[in-house]
């Protein structure tokens, strides 16, 4: 079975500073995408990292992909208190377009 | 970009009764949707997968009498929960894959359910 464990599962923050999320498994996977929800609503994807060592940037926000395509990290630089919420990897497994989580890292950032 | 739309937002409902949730994909059709569940600070569970012409199949522990599934159109996907109980109480969201790139999803916006 297929399993994403994400690190850490919470995490509060001072405005300004530094962090990173993990998510790891023991599978190897096609790619891997995150995705951020904020309560009451849907997650919105982030990025799809499709490439072993794969490095995307969106502003603020570092995304890397594992040279054996088995882990992934989401790196956030002088965080934001709009940073704040849930940030979800996920990975495709079977077929059929199925994707499963990892437990999800609930972030809050403090002005 | 690619939109899904549920309905409705929120329901509350009472014990014994059934909610019906829809999921519609607005600017694409979606052959498969795909229907999660969410209890609070946890991630998203799949309970089953949507397919338009056929039945829906389900996840592990997943009571398929009480989740009924129908994918009526390329566009539209139902959730019933039958008999709802308080247990049932949950956010539930669907998805439906890019249709480009199908390990990409598009989510709904989830619908919020609350059964006294």
């Known amino acids: 079975t297929q399993l994403l464990e994400q690190s850490p599962q919470f995490l509060s923050i001072q405005e300004g500073e530094n962090l990173t999320v993990y998510c790891n498994s023991s599978?190897?996977?096609?790619?891997l995408q995150w995705y951020r929800q904020e309560p009451g609503e849907g997650p919105v994807l982030l990025v799809t990292?499709?490439?072993?060592?794969e490095v995307k940037k969106l502003k603020r926000l570092t995304f890397q992909f594992g040279d054996a395509r088995k882990d992934s990290s989401l790196h956030i630089t002088a965080a934001q208190p709009g940073d704040t919420g849930l940030y979800l990897c996920?990975?495709?497994?079977?077929?059929?377009?199925?994707?499963?989580f990892g437990q999800g890292t609930e972030l809050s950032v403090k002005p | 970009g690619a939109v899904v739309s549920q309905h409705p937002s929120w329901v509350i409902c009472k014990s014994g009764t059934s909610v019906k949730i829809e999921c519609r994909s607005l600017d694409f059709q979606a052959t498969t949707m795909f229907w999660y569940r969410q209890f609070p600070k946890q991630s998203l569970m799949l309970m089953a997968t949507?397919?338009?012409?056929?039945?829906?199949?389900?996840e592990q522990g997943v009571e398929k009498d009480k989740f009924l599934i129908n994918h009526a159109s390329l566009t539209l996907s139902t959730l019933t929960v039958t008999s709802a109980h308080p247990e049932d109480s949950s956010f539930y969201i669907c998805?439906?894959?890019?249709?480009?790139?199908?390990?990409?999803?598009?989510f709904g916006p989830g619908t919020r359910l609350t059964v006294l």
């Open positions: 998805s439906a894959p890019a249709h480009f790139y199908t390990d990409t999803q598009y």
């Open positions: 599978s190897v996977f096609s790619s």
């Open positions: 990292v499709v490439t072993g060592g």
């Open positions: 996920a990975g495709p497994y079977n077929q059929g377009g199925k994707l499963i």
């Open positions: 949507s397919n338009e012409g056929s039945k829906a199949t389900y």
